[in-house]
């Protein structure tokens, strides 16, 4: 069966090109808004990797990880920043919050497929 | 120090305090607005290179589906030739994917920038507001007082902004960027 991937974003491009490249690899993509409708979307369906953005209205990527940790279901997910920040304070914050990875935008494909592959096969 | 002076070094503060202020801010509106013109540019170049290379290679191949249409058989050499045209085409449509992502970078430095003119507008309102409470008439130490709040209204207006206008867009250009896992 097809891992599923929940991809949160403020930016519907975005969204709608990580989607793509995603799901031409194999697997399920579910998307979310923010980090509010991540979270919301998160409770409804474990999924097997988290890909979120930072700098979201509502709830930024940081508070999402940080209450996503805090649910039983979700201690063991991969969680992978995808965002416009590449500060070292920044990556730490993450990982201090329970960020798996830390990708810099913009994206390539092939790329981000090969980092998918290698967390959650 | 004398009354007099205390009105000056009021005046001064404030007008070099707004002067500054102010040049801060457009200068870092100039900055982002170059910012967004090279990913932009960028992007529009990368794109129309990739679609053309898409669109040439997609006719090359038609000569091969008509004569598949046509119920022949393509030679070895054709098989080879259309395998080695679609991971081309993967190629191009993956760096066309980079490309299109100047949108979402864009949108956040133009909204940073509206942020930046919203607040400076703010603070210009600010100072004609105080302004038209001073009458005239008005004696030097109620303008010395004037004056004093009016700096500190600034004051926070300027941290208040300052606050709201984090960069997190650093990219010049849309080369893909690293991946760290940790």
């Given at each position: ?81 995808l965002t416009t920040e590449s ?15 830390w990708l810099v935008k913009p994206f ?14 | ?170 990219q ?5 960027g690293d991946i760290?896992?940790?």
């Open positions: 069966m097809a891992k599923t991937i929940l991809a949160v974003d403020d930016s519907s491009s975005l969204r709608q090109m990580v989607a793509f490249s995603l799901k031409a690899a194999g697997y399920q993509v579910v998307e979310a808004v923010d980090g509010q409708d991540g979270l919301e979307k998160a409770k409804l369906q474990t999924v097997d990797l988290v890909l979120t953005d930072q700098n979201m209205p509502r709830m930024d990527g940081l508070q999402l990880i940080a209450l996503l940790r805090e649910l039983p279901t979700y201690q063991k997910v991969p969680i992978l920043m500060s070292d304070e920044m990556k730490a914050k993450g990982r201090a919050a329970g960020a798996n990875g390539d494909p092939q790329r981000l497929i090969e980092v998918v592959k290698k967390v959650i096969g | 120090m004398t009354r007099k002076k205390i009105l000056g070094s009021h005046v001064k503060r404030l007008l070099s305090g707004v002067s500054d202020h102010g040049r801060k801010h457009l200068t870092e509106v100039e900055t982002d607005l170059l910012q967004t013109n090279l990913l932009l540019e960028e992007a529009i170049e990368k794109l129309s290179r990739n679609f053309m290379a898409i669109h040439d290679a997609v006719n090359s191949q038609q000569a091969t589906i008509k004569l598949l249409l046509d119920g022949g058989t393509p030679s070895d050499d054709e098989r080879a030739r259309l395998a080695t045209l679609d991971a081309q085409v993967a190629e191009y449509v993956n760096a066309a994917i980079t490309s299109m992502q100047f949108q979402d970078m864009t949108s956040q430095l133009i909204d940073r920038t509206l942020k930046r003119v919203t607040g400076l507008r703010e603070f210009l309102g600010t100072l004609g507001a105080h302004g038209a409470e001073m009458v005239p008439e008005s004696g030097n130490d109620e303008i010395v007082d004037l004056l004093g709040k009016v700096s500190m209204a600034l004051a926070i207006q300027s941290l208040e902004l300052r606050s709201v206008l984090r960069k997190a867009v650093s010049k250009h849309l080369e893909s760290e896992l940790f």
